[in-house]
């Protein structure tokens, strides 16, 4: 059983900075290859992806949307994937979840059905 846990969450005033971190169990020893995936919903939506990493290369993907104020960064040592996000906005308010796929391409991608394990999610809301 995989676990994910998100953490970091709260409430901030546009304009600010915050760091989401994923931290996600051991897996099984022949896993060598997976993805890492930050996504959100906000109330009424779909889920929406954010941003993924892939362990082997660190290659990462940051959707179109998203680029420029998101960032995404690893200590994979520690099982930690982090998700920065700058200039928040009140539309990034949302509960943000991580999510881990055992990769069977080489590049990552954010298709929520093809991550495997979820994190049960963070509430961010961004508000005066």
């Known amino acids: 059983e995989v676990h994910v846990v998100e953490s970091g969450g709260g409430l901030v005033q546009p304009g600010e900075s915050l760091r989401l971190a994923c931290k996600y169990s051991?897996?099984?020893?022949?896993?060598?290859?997976?993805?890492i995936g930050w996504f959100r919903q906000a109330p009424g939506m779909d889920r929406e992806g954010i941003a993924c990493?892939?362990?082997?290369?660190?290659?990462?993907w940051i959707e179109g949307p998203m680029r420029g104020r998101f960032t995404i960064s690893e200590d994979f040592a520690k099982n930690t994937v982090y998700l920065q996000a700058n200039r928040v906005r009140p539309d990034d308010t949302a509960i943000y979840y991580c999510a881990v796929e055992w990769a069977v391409v080489s590049s990552c991608g954010l298709t929520p059905d093809d991550y495997d394990y979820w994190g049960q999610g963070t509430q961010v809301t961004v508000s005066h």
């Open positions: 990493i892939y362990n082997r290369d660190l290659s990462s």
């Open positions: 051991e897996f099984p020893r022949d896993i060598d290859a997976y993805i």
